[in-house]
């Protein structure tokens, strides 16, 4: 079991930042990749950006260039760095983590059904 705990969510303006973490525990040492996903009122749940264990990320078009995802192996805590902000950012972002093999300089897995346990969600409103 895995246990996942998301922070950092609050209010920002247009073209403001702010960073979102995902601390984990329980059997961490299984796990393969994290994710960060969203969900906006009356939207299906998309991802926002992925990352394995050896480093290895994938980003919706909608955040590259925005978004950072890393992870620090040794607080087992997972990072969303979001610069640039606009309103359609507005959402309750989840962290996830899935024990699926990943190969080696593959990307992580996109799909939500893919991950294993998730977060409880953190707010992110961003005004216009």
């Known amino acids: 079991q895995v246990q996942l705990v998301e922070s950092g969510g609050g209010l920002v303006q247009a073209g403001g930042s702010l960073r979102l973490s995902c601390a984990a525990s329980?059997?961490?040492?299984?796990?393969?990749?994290m994710g960060w996903y969203r969900q906006a009122p009356g939207k299906q749940r998309e991802m926002v950006a992925t990352i394995t264990s050896g480093g290895s990320t994938n980003y919706a078009d909608s955040v590259k260039g925005r978004f950072t995802i890393s992870h620090d192996d040794a607080k087992y805590t997972t990072y969303l760095q979001m610069d640039s902000l606009k309103p359609e950012d507005t959402a309750v972002y989840y962290c996830?983590?899935?024990?699926?093999?990943?190969?080696?300089?593959?990307?992580?897995?996109?799909?939500?059904?893919?991950?294993?346990?998730w977060g409880q969600g953190t707010q992110v409103t961003v005004s216009s």
């Open positions: 996830a983590a899935t024990y699926i093999s990943i190969q080696p300089g593959v990307a992580p897995p996109a799909a939500d059904w893919q991950y294993d346990y």
């Open positions: 329980g059997s961490i040492f299984s796990i393969n990749a």
